[in-house]
């Protein structure tokens, strides 16, 4: 059947299963927008206030639902505010596809009007990018690039369309997507011996965990490994709800705001195993201190990052998941490391996150927002001290019900990405964590919320400064305040009223339950503002250069 190019690409949508996209309409995208007008019923656009929040709306959408996110922009200008949102998703492993709009074939190159080389520009921050310059090939590279996405690690894949490719014809045929199958093809007899026998020897194991076990849908065998070889757990950021918090195994995230007993049994344990995580710098901290006593097993289905920042005595290369039920079938007896765990159980009770020496108003706002949370929800953040403090007080209980910009730390992310939480997840609750200098960024996209009637739920930790920056300057800059102190007066409750949306205060001393409730319980949009001291630290901390187990910030006894 004879198509445009714009109908073909509305068709490979549809083929892939994809049902809503995200987008902002301009010149060289008029024929798809066209295409779209046609066919709302089958696919639902959303249009966002900036084509940024269309890249972070598909990146929460993708990360919420394990669907690939589909975003879209215009050329110039429209493309290049898309390039924070990709990179955020390639840091992070999100599969997703950015759909960009060219001038003409005949104009390219010439410094025409919004033109710009966008395959160019994103080539470091794609898996793989394409500019389609024959409609003959366009159907064939949208499959090519759904299947790029999602495949062996998950990622960012770019189509750039010139304006008359997508109204030149050709034939269509439908194609049914074939499934992805899991990657193996490194995965190795001797290397799954040698883990098990590390296993075997080992008397005090630990698991570091990363958001490769949540891309890689592999929480389930997580669990069954870690109580086969009788160990504890902890995640990196990325890695959080890869475990329940309420698991007796979990000691909390690792690193530089991560908790003191997970850092220590890092440091203390004999064997680590490494299941989807690529030691970041703020895992690791200084590399020569990092797990000194311990031999390290590697599981990732990337083999570009073995190796990369830590040695490792053991690598096994393949799909997560895969390799956890290999390895589990292999352990005939389950271990017993008794010793080890009362050893781990006794850092819990020596080590709690707490305040020294500030209040605990973010943790008491947070606490008091888990009590009054529907099980189904998702927790949205923004780039910060908040992060953190979201990341350390909620509970974590569900795999990719965390949305955080972990790897490029993004401020601005959250309000686009819970929108695509929200979109994919209708029956669910989204609330974004937020602080007032990230909210700030873009906040513009309160009117997408508000013409949709999405009921996200924006968190504003507002400490009239940006927090973390500040956190820095006081430790290592001598209180010298450069810039971070945000005093311009902005009035969020009329911000949110500007939009349609309703606004809500909590005080200092104001108890924040009941105000979080009745926001719940309203169904609708809401900007809550939370008073925090603009002093509160994220403790505990690392200082850049030292070990991990040598934190700032740590208080002895209580309840961890």
Not at 115 to 137: A, Q, S
Not at 244 to 261: A, C
Not at 403 to 409: D, E
Not at 472 to 493: A, C, I, K, P, R
């Amino acid at each position: 059947m004879q198509m445009t190019g714009a109908q073909i690409i509305i068709e490979c949508l549809a083929e892939q299963g994809t049902d809503v996209v995200f987008g902002f309409p301009g010149g060289a995208v008029l024929p798809l927008y066209e295409a779209l007008y046609h066919n709302q019923h089958r696919i639902k656009h959303i249009l966002t206030a900036h084509e940024q929040g269309a890249s972070h709306a598909a990146d929460g959408y993708a990360r919420s639902t394990g669907k690939v996110g589909v975003c879209i922009s215009t050329s110039g200008p429209g493309a290049t505010n898309m390039v924070t949102g990709i990179a955020t998703a390639y840091m992070d492993s999100v599969p997703m596809v950015a759909l960009t709009g060219n001038v003409t074939l005949p104009l390219l190159g010439k410094d025409s009007f919004q033109e710009v080389d966008i395959t160019g520009i994103t080539m470091p921050i794609t898996k793989h990018n394409y500019i389609v310059k024959d409609v003959t090939m366009l159907a064939q590279t949208i499959r090519d690039a759904f299947r790029i996405a999602q495949e062996g690690r998950p990622g960012p894949v770019l189509i750039d369309i010139p304006k008359d490719v997508t109204v030149h014809t050709t034939d269509y045929v439908f194609q049914k997507p074939l499934p992805i199958s899991p990657r193996t093809e490194r995965l190795s007899e001797e290397n799954l011996d040698m883990a098990l026998a590390m296993i075997e020897e080992s008397e005090r194991p630990m698991l570091y965990v990363g958001g490769g076990v949540i891309r890689g849908k592999a929480s389930e065998e997580l669990g069954t490994f870690v109580d086969l070889i009788d160990a504890p757990v902890c995640t990196s950021l990325m890695g959080c709800g890869a475990i329940s918090s309420y698991n007796e195994r979990f000691t909390g995230m690792v690193g530089m705001h991560g908790s003191k007993v997970s850092n220590m049994c890092v440091s203390a344990c004999d064997l680590l195993v490494v299941v989807g995580a690529r030691f970041s710098d703020r895992v690791v901290s200084k590399a020569s201190g990092f797990a000194q006593n311990a031999r390290i097993i590697h599981i990732d289905v990337d083999p570009a990052e073995i190796d990369k920042n830590i040695k490792s005595f053991c690598h096994v290369i393949g799909d997560v998941k895969v390799v956890l039920s290999e390895l589990n079938k292999r352990i005939t007896k389950p271990h017993t490391n008794e010793k080890w765990m009362d050893q781990v159980r006794s850092y819990k009770l020596r080590y709690p996150i707490r305040f020294d020496n500030e209040s605990q108003r973010a943790k008491t706002i947070l606490k008091s927002l888990q009590k009054v949370l529907p099980p189904e929800f998702f927790i949205v953040t923004e780039v910060g001290q908040h992060q953190m403090w979201a990341a350390q007080f909620l509970k974590h209980v569900q795999p990719g019900h965390f949305l955080t910009s972990g790897g490029l730390g993004t401020m601005g992310y959250g309000t686009g990405a819970a929108i695509g939480a929200q979109v994919g997840n209708p029956k669910s609750r989204v609330v974004n964590v937020a602080g007032d200098g990230s909210f700030g960024m873009n906040c513009n996209e309160l009117a997408t919320i508000a013409r949709y009637n999405l009921p996200v739920i924006i968190l504003l930790m507002n400490n009239h400064t940006l927090g973390m920056v500040r956190q820095w300057q006081t430790l290592f800059f001598d209180n010298h305040y450069s810039e971070t102190t945000l005093d311009g007066g902005v009035d969020w409750m009329v911000l949110a009223q500007a939009y349609g949306i309703q606004g809500r205060k909590i005080g200092l001393d104001d108890d924040p339950r009941q105000i979080l409730q009745e926001a719940l319980d309203a169904n609708a949009p809401c900007v809550i503002e939370c008073e925090i001291p603009m002093d509160d630290k994220a403790y505990p901390m690392v200082a850049p250069g030292a070990s991990i187990d040598d934190m700032l910030g740590v208080g002895e006894l209580g309840d961890y």
